[in-house]
């Protein structure tokens, strides 16, 4: 999850920032008064950005000051060096090219354009430090573990909503209704630290050199402010040591004890009790509800009928839960030798890790399903979409079991923070991700050509769909966790070796 | 030491005592002498009668063999014999109920595990069969005690060189038919085993009165020489061989290799632990120690050589050879999201234990190793001893056979590993067998009775800990097996303070 994951971010925020450029530098040929209310509107939010988003997602810092408390560093070599490493990020180089395309905006006139040239290196300056403040009191304040990963996850949820809601912004008509907000919001940030830098140069364009120059003066006066702070914290974090959470106690065996003694459903028990309980896999199920809901928010957007958005939601979720375990030995690490001493059967072993996926996968497929019918209000379609959803579900677990077993590849660390990388990097990972993907939709093609059926003929192809998808998910299933049974039967010694060294 | 025989039974115990003392094979580890004060004394002269002696596993006798001890202790601390000579391991002074595990072997379908040479008086009047192994050795306990006990009621001067010349698993298991063993609950099977002693004591007694005492020590060893092993149904290529003092085997490693990529971590690994050895693999870091435990326990595959428990091969064989074992391996994770409880819960029910056997062993195992308020508590909370105490918890909890412990001291506190030590000696003469792997010289030295020296991945010397100490302290002999130390030249810098 964590390749794909990173992979798509990447491409997406790529995406996004050289949209965003070719937006800025198009500004060139807009009026001064247009360009300048966009350009400090969106500035603002830039920088708040930069100051906001850093506290939900920054408290697992690599290049925390407190990593460096014992190489005996003097604070202002820290400071400084810190600071030109926090210049290399991603949302920093973003930063650096919108910096450069509003040098282009301003490119009206000698005077707009050395400002802006002289406005770019102070927005860089500000958005760095900003960032790296916010992170170093992010990890002062939010330190439990509950509380960065509910910081993650809205964050991730935040992130994914952009695009739909950028092109929902993008349908508004902005000449006649978004310009005249844009102005009102404008000349209010227009004096704030935040907006300050992005009009300086606007200001100078338009001709009020008298109110370019303060507004510089308040944007320096910022970086300063903000440097002063980075070098206060980075002095106090030097001899401040980690503080730890607070320990948690249990009572009793939770779900140990309402499960019976036996090798496979004692695996279930861990397996549910893991999915409860670490970050990383908690991380991944909170993700689950939030790709159906871009996909309906774009498919909206694109017009399409609600009774298509029915089919969308319910299955998606139902192939991630499935696809969740697709990794899960790569997740146990080197914990999985209590399974090779114990001699465990490679069935019960595929079985339990099954176990949640199932118990949240089946009851979500039948009550999402009849939902999904009955919101859009075309009930015979239920039979369909709960086919199709046990399909998914049901094939992605039989892939997972397979490929858990077989093809392993790195994963985060127990313990690591789930928005962590694999500290072992290998490109398998990606293969492996996407090709069983594939699979899985692949081996859910019938279904999904039944349910094209149905809606075009008669509602008695949906009774198909559901029967031929029940049994192409249990074949799938069956056959899945036979062959993932036998390679860890086989194999697990050189699956256990495979977990050490990664 | 005079032989008085108004106090047969304190000459008796005593001079059983001294000659376990006599053999050294006993650890140096002095229990500490409870000061009694003299009423005590008056207690002694209560006369018990031997076959009380031999009934000891029946709970009752065990405080009265207690109180004797320590008053037999007195004695010998008045008559200024040397602190060592008498090692007795002290009853359990806490007053908490200091339960160690049950350490119930499992009945096994198995014929061959009879184990041969543990001084069976007489083979045609054994009745109990070869089908429990442990009770035969109880009854070989008990028998060996009626020997050495019954000899000595008459002539104790001359029992005792006979005495002494007893093989070393003897002596042990004198020892530990005189031990209080109220610190272990008799572990294998209470219940059946009080009768086929019945059975076996008065055929003892009646041999033992009747054999003159100096062939006593022959009739012994000649018992163990002539006993050949059962055949075992599963005939393996493997011949059973004997050790040098004739105890069974419970691992055996041939030629065990393992390269990765250029180097060789192992190196044709040859070791044989015997039953109830508490086995110590020692070498300097990088020795292929974790990489040869790792392989016996079958973590790792190993690139050519066998490993077999009690004749299972743990690479053809797993079901029966991994059942016997019970591993705690170094290095590697535990399922730290899980609480204490649930880890062993989880640990046990792995291994096929049942959900109420296996909640009552980890409060057996809690109250054992001191963690009772950590159970609810998640192992990635715990601090580092802790984490071990509770993987070595999870590693017992289905009473294995064969204990594979890798640096179990390793970030122990002492009074933790005192915990640990007396639980694995506990175990160990209940007729289990630990192979441990350790740094610490001294700890080997003290605990184990058998040592192996490992240096790049070969053994250098093996055997009882004296032969492979040769004399000098273990330390020595390892560092002076391992090349010797280099003296550290340079690092003049490190003198002079740059700041």
Known sequence: MQLVGMVLALLYSVVLAAVVTYGIGALRSETVDVARAIMIVFGSVIILGFLVLPLVFGADDSIDPRRFSLFGLSTRSLTLGLAVAGAVSVPALAVTAFAIAQVVTWNRGPLPVLLAILAAVIIIATCVLASRVSTVVASLFIVSRRARDAAGVALLIVVALAAPLIALLATIDWQSRGLPIARRVASALTWTPLGAIWSVPADAADGHIETAMPKLAIALAFVAVLWLA???????LLVTPTSHAGRVGYTGLGWFERLPATPMWVVAARSLTYWSRDSRYRVALAVVPVVPIIMILTLIIAGVPASTIAWVPVPVMCLFIGWAVHNDVAHDNSAFWLHVSSNISGRDDRLGRLAPALFLGLPLALVGGTLSGLIVGAPEIIPAVIGLSVCVLLVA???????????PYAAVHPGDSPFAQPQAAGSAGSVVQTLSFIGIIVATAPVIALAIIGSMSAPFWYWIALAVGLGIGLVVLYFGVLAGARIVSRRAPELLAFTVQN | MDTEVEEPLTDAVADAVEDVAAQDVVDDEVAVATEESSPETVEIEETVEIEEIVQFEETVEIEEIVQIEETVRIDRADDTQPANAVTVIEPPTTTSRFSLPRLTLPRLTMPKLSIPGLGRRTEPAEPVAAAEPVEVTESTEVTASTEVAEPELAEPEVAEPAAVDLADDEVIEIEAALEPEADSEPEPEPEPEPEPDADVEPEAEAEANEKPETTTDDEVVEAEIVEEPAPSPKSKSVTKKKSRTGADIVLRVEGLTKRFDETIAVDSIDLEVPVGAFYGIVGPNGAGKTTTLSMITGLLRPDSGTVTVHDADVWSDPVVAKRNMGVLPDRLRLFDRLTGAQLLHYAGVLRGLDGPTVRERTADLASAFALEDALGRLVNDYSAGMTKKIALAAAMIHSPRLLVLDEPFESVDPVSAATVTDILKAYVKAGGTV????????????????????????????????????????????????GGRKTVEGLEWLHSFSD
């Open chain 1, 230 to 236: 980075w070098r206060l914290l980075v002095a106090k």
């Open chain 1, 397 to 407: 677990l039989g892939v997972s079991s397979l490929i858990s077993a077989g093809f």
């Open chain 2, 435 to 482: 192979l441990l792997s350790s740094h610490s010289m001294d700890l080997v030295q003290r605990i184990c009775d058998h040592v192996a020296v490992v240096v790049e991945g070969q053994v250098l010397a093996d055997g009882t800990v004296d032969e492979v100490r040769d004399g000098q302290s273990l330390e020595e002999r390892f560092v002076a097996l391992a």
